[in-house]
């Protein structure tokens, strides 16, 4: 495999960063997740988007443009003849003295690949089974705190969140209030009474780029969408729910705190739609 890294391939057992890189010292980093299909990368404009937004909220002073990223993704996808594969772009402020205060200095630009076969319909599932998941302990990191729109390599909140687990798949997030928020690494949906719900943006979310598919195929399948703030115990009372991130696609939720729940017809209907709009917009 290669890697892309400065701007230049290398093998991927060649890639590395300086230790004076405010990404690997501070955590001072954007990145972002994104699938490729049949060679293309998925809903780019919403991951490039995101992605610029991560570097203005963190202050970075220069980076490199949508369209200079994408060329690396691009080269590093043909590098690696790789059609169907998992990306992750991480955008670093670069190698700096070792002060906490940022100073001027030249991003650090990595492009990191390997092969993601296409789940849905037309292949095998992405992920070993449906979803099991608790609500755990560990709260949000608050808005006020760190951005929450912000996508930066600081994951500790997650991993805490992660480490109280016993088994299951994901860690479901509260926020400080108590209010459900999202898992360690995706967004979480629900059907009651035929309305999908999921937590709003205007609490401690990230604004996950499937989380946005599924709400644009809900609307033109013209599904009820309720999204605001809520109780874990709406998740518990659901008639069925489901998971979404870049990698698991839309994952069924088949338990939460030990409560089972059915892998329901609408959380199959947005799945084969989702395989649909891949499928017209990939291949």
Known sequence: MQYHVDG???DADAASVSVADRGFRYGDAAFETLRAY???????????????????????????DAADIRARVRETLAANDLADAYV????TRGAQ??????????????????????????????????????????????????????????????????NELDGEDEALLCDVDGRLAEGATSNAFWVRDD????PTLDGDVLPGV???????????????????????????????????????EIRPLVDVDGTALPVGPLTERLAARFDAAVEAAHY
């Open 88 to 91: 992750r772009v991480s955008v």
């Open 8 to 10: 230049a391939l290398v």
């Open 97 to 162: 003295p070792g002060a906490l205060t940022p100073g001027p200095a030249d991003p650090t630009v990595i492009v990191v690949t390997k092969p993601l076969p296409r789940g849905g319909t037309a292949g095998d599932d992405v992920w070993d089974a449906p979803a099991s998941a608790r609500v755990v302990e560990t709260r949000r990191v608050p808005d006020a705190a760190v951005p929450a729109a912000a996508k930066t390599h600081n994951y500790l909140n997650g991993i805490l969140a992660r």
């Open 210 to 248: 499937t989380r946005r598919a599924v709400l644009d195929l809900a609307a033109r399948e013209g599904i009820d969408v309720e999204t605001g703030t809520y109780d874990p115990v709406a998740l518990r009372r659901a008639d069925e729910a489901f998971l979404t991130n870049t990698t698991w």
């Open 38 to 64: 049949g060679g293309t990368v998925f809903r780019w404009d919403d991951h490039a988007a995101r992605l610029r937004n991560t570097l203005d909220a963190l202050g970075f002073e220069r980076y490199p």
């Open 195 to 198: 309305t999908l719900h999921t």
